[in-house]
């Protein structure tokens, strides 16, 4: 093994950067591959591109015949670009992307063969696929899944495989993917906010929520992750002794960026190009060998597709260059993990940010009344946000003091905090004409257009407002942002839906005028989600405990964090607003538990195996070496021999006592683990596995951690810390 380690860290140093060469500006390659407006314009006939537009803007139905004409633009365009196979591409609940090819080939009788694709296979496939996780949905009643074209977000090619992105439902239409309760949360969302847009302007017709995620991960070596079998099995390293250099100097930190990290990012962004995903920044980040890559913001459901589709792009890219892409949030202990912020907002169709502050005091109105809203359903649902972001590999993350801490609170900055305190404090009731222009001209009429503190931002927050967006920064690194997107647009649509029931109360029954109204029913809201608002340093122990003071909660196990998605509240949220019936949801939550179990037994397994059968032996081997070195020491210098062996046989009791610590341990733990894996409910079993089960890969690590420390470098099985950080 440790020949494996040479080996590849040799290969990793001696090569040499490629330079590609960029042959087009960016802005000629975007969008190529993509079946994109432009490409239905120059395809589709009149009627067939009237209908897919009128889909994608309205949601209508597409007709049968019109989808024939679609397919076979699209068929036609795709060979165009040397396509041979057709998938419908979709997003099923393992967390990654499905596809299953078939070819446009068909045969016609007589030894002759044409290439088609028609509107029923363009619409709609049976995949079978019923190996993905469905909670229990397709044991039922059907067995059958389904997976149905989204036309809102374009078709692509990657490779010669024209991607049709699609939903995936079962047979009853129960979603078995993340994009059906997306798309039904912008509808949503949709709704709820042209509903509030038109007591300030009734032309606007459609609201969209807009996402700009921030993708964080790692590059390391190919050979060198290879020879790292707890990254391969797992994502993470479960071992290994902290680099005497790490991020202390921030010296990797917006760096320059490494030649062969520069090649493979100019490469994936030229994919990404292609794909119509438009990827703007690229740095270092704060760990060795750790980078970001943010795209322009888009509509959230393209949004989402783009990130789905870039997670999957990077892995080959990444091949190309050597390189293995390390999307999990703690691929390395001692050094900062990764995120994947995601910047909201909503916009109208009349091209208004309804979170960017106008230049008027009317759309400031419209500003608050969008702001406080989003506060205030942060506050009523803090504990389903935190929720949608916990996974067995983000608990490695949040709360580490480098990520925002599993509290969730929403930072809004000095100014807005001043005008919130003074809206707070304008008299109840109905206003008087001088309160009114008061309220107008130094209230709200005093929010500038640009937010100053939007530069100064409080990094420890889970929920920052960020001048014009907000930033929901608890979100991990692998994670899908349709869950995230989901739970935001859902609890915003909910809340403003409220909003409207209680300002219209107001204005027919009270005869309130309609900014009286808002003004009254914003104010309250103020006060109700005060405790929400938090200014001050998320990492610290005194945010914990005024939490605790505030009511918040502070689920830091993901098993806990997770229960509040079947609480009733939130089941029938989602019911009320659309997005997903409570089957639907309880089978979510089921398989997340049901995969927070697996991740930690793959770990334990994974560590019991290493540490039984590549630590110890080789702990041992190097034992025995100090043993002859001792025994020589006796024969060469007869009994005064201890003088010169102290330090040997201390060594060799030390180690000793680390493979002790790590036999008993492994036992331990695996009999934890058949505990556990009697236990039938499934909650109790994920409970078990975090309580029982999981402290024991920490133990273990430890003593094995210890023993890297002490065993001759030349012997050790494991590729380093050092040497995965810091090859570049
Ligand atoms: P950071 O300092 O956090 O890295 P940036 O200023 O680089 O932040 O922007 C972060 C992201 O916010 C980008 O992806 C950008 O596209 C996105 N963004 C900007 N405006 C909006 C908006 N209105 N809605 C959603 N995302 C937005
Ligand atoms: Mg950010």
């Known amino acids: 093994m440790a020949i494996l380690r040479f080996n590849a860290v040799e290969k990793a140093e001696s090569r040499k950067p490629v330079f590609i060469e960029e042959v087009k500006k960016r802005s000629e390659l975007f969008g190529a591959n993509v079946f994109n407006e432009n490409a239905m314009r120059q395809y589709l ?11 994608i803007e309205h949601g209508k139905k597409i007709d049968r ?13 795709a060979m165009g670009k040397g396509v041979t196979h057709y998938t419908h591409w979709f997003q099923p609940l393992t967390g990654g992307t499905a596809e299953k090819h078939d070819a446009f080939f068909e045969t016609i009788g007589n030894g002759m063969a044409v290439e088609k694709f028609e509107g029923n296979q363009l619409v709609q496939q049976e995949p079978d696929a019923s190996s993905f996780p469905h909670g229990g949905i397709r044991n039922t009643f059907e ?3 389904y997976t149905a ?11 010669t ?21 997306l798309l039904r949360a912008l509808n949503a969302v949709d709704t709820a906010a042209t509903a509030i847009c038109k007591y300030f302007d009734k032309n606007v017709k459609k609201v969209s929520s807009s996402l700009g995620w921030e993708q964080e991960y790692f590059l390391i070596d190919k050979a060198l992750a290879a020879s790292r079998p707890d990254l391969a099995l797992t994502g993470r390293t479960l071992l290994g002794h902290s680099s005497a250099k790490g991020q202390q100097l921030d010296d990797h930190y917006f760096g320059s960026i490494p030649s062969r990290a520069l090649n493979f990012m100019r490469d994936l962004e030229t994919e990404c190009m292609l794909l ?10 704060v760990a060795p060998n750790q980078f970001e890559l943010a795209p322009i913001y888009e509509e959230a459901n393209l949004a989402v597709d783009h990130n789905s589709l870039l997670m999957d792009v990077m892995g080959r890219v990444a091949s190309r260059h050597n390189f293995k892409v390390l999307l999990h949030e703690k691929p390395f202990a001692g050094v900062n993990g990764s995120g994947k912020h995601n910047n909201w907002s909503l916009s109208t169709d009349t091209g208004v940010n309804l979170l960017g502050p106008g230049k008027t005091p009317m759309s400031n109105l419209q500003f608050l009344t969008f702001f406080i809203n989003t506060i205030k359903a942060v506050h009523d649902n803090e504990e389903l946000l935190r929720a949608v972001t916990a996974s067995a590999s983000n608990d490695y993350r949040l709360g580490a003091n480098e990520a925002p801490p599993a509290i969730i609170s929403v930072f809004i ?14 008299t109840d009731g109905k206003l008087s004409p001088e309160e009114k222009t008061d309220l107008k001209l130094n209230v709200v009429g005093k929010i500038p257009d640009v937010l100053l503190d939007n530069t100064d931002r409080n990094r420890t927050s889970p929920f920052a407002f960020t001048g014009n967006k907000f930033e929901f920064r608890a979100v991990g690194s692998t994670a899908n942002c349709a869950n995230p997107m989901t739970v935001l647009n859902t609890i915003v649509a909910k809340q403003l839906k409220d909003f409207k029931i209680e300002v219209d109360k107001l204005i027919d029954g009270k005869n309130f005028k309609k900014d009286e109204a808002i003004f009254n029913v914003l104010r309250e809201y103020i006060k109700s ?9 998320g990492y610290g122990v005194e945010w914990e405990k005024e939490a605790k003071k505030r009511g918040l909660s502070n689920n830091i196990k993901t098993p806990d964090a997770l229960k509040v998605k079947i609480s009733d509240k939130v089941l029938s949220m989602y019911e009320e607003m659309g997005v997903m019936s409570k089957v639907e949801t309880k089978a979510r939550y089921e398989i997340e538990v049901e995969e927070y179990t697996m991740r930690i037994q793959i770990e334990s397994r994974v560590l019991g195996d290493i540490a039984g059968n590549h630590v110890v032996p080789t702990a041992v081997f190097y034992q025995n070496m100090l043993i002859e070195n001792v025994s020589g020491l006796k024969t060469i210098f007869g009994n005064d021999f201890e003088a010169h062996a102290k330090e040997q046989i201390k060594l060799i009791k030390r180690i000793s006592e680390h493979i002790e610590g790590i036999h008993y341990k492994i036992d331990k733990m695996i009999n934890a683990r058949k505990k556990a894996n009697k236990i039938q409910n499934h909650e109790e079993r994920a409970s078990a596995y975090c309580n029982k089960v999981k402290p024991f890969l920490d133990e273990i690590r430890y003593h094995c951690d210890k023993l890297e420390l002490m065993v001759d470098d030349k012997l050790w099985p494991l590729t380093k810390y050092r040497e995965l950080l810091f090859t570049r």
């Open 45 to 55: 006939t009149r009627d067939a591109f009237v209908g897919v537009m009128s889909a």
């Open 65 to 77: 015949k019109i989808a024939d004409q679609v397919s076979s633009a699209m068929k036609e365009w």
């Open 143 to 145: 067995a059958r899944g």
């Open 149 to 159: 074209w989204d036309p809102t977000s374009p078709a692509f090619i990657y490779g």
């Open 161 to 181: 495989t024209l991607c049709i992105p699609t939903i995936f439902v079962s047979y009853r239409g129960e979603a078995l993917d993340y994009k059906t309760p």
């Open 276 to 285: 119509g995903i438009p990827v703007k920044t690229r740095h270092n980040e």
């Open 413 to 426: 900055g000095q100014q807005l905090s001043e005008v919130l305190e003074e809206l707070e404090g304008v």
């Open 529 to 537: 989600s005060r405790n929400i608002l938090f200014e001050g340093n």
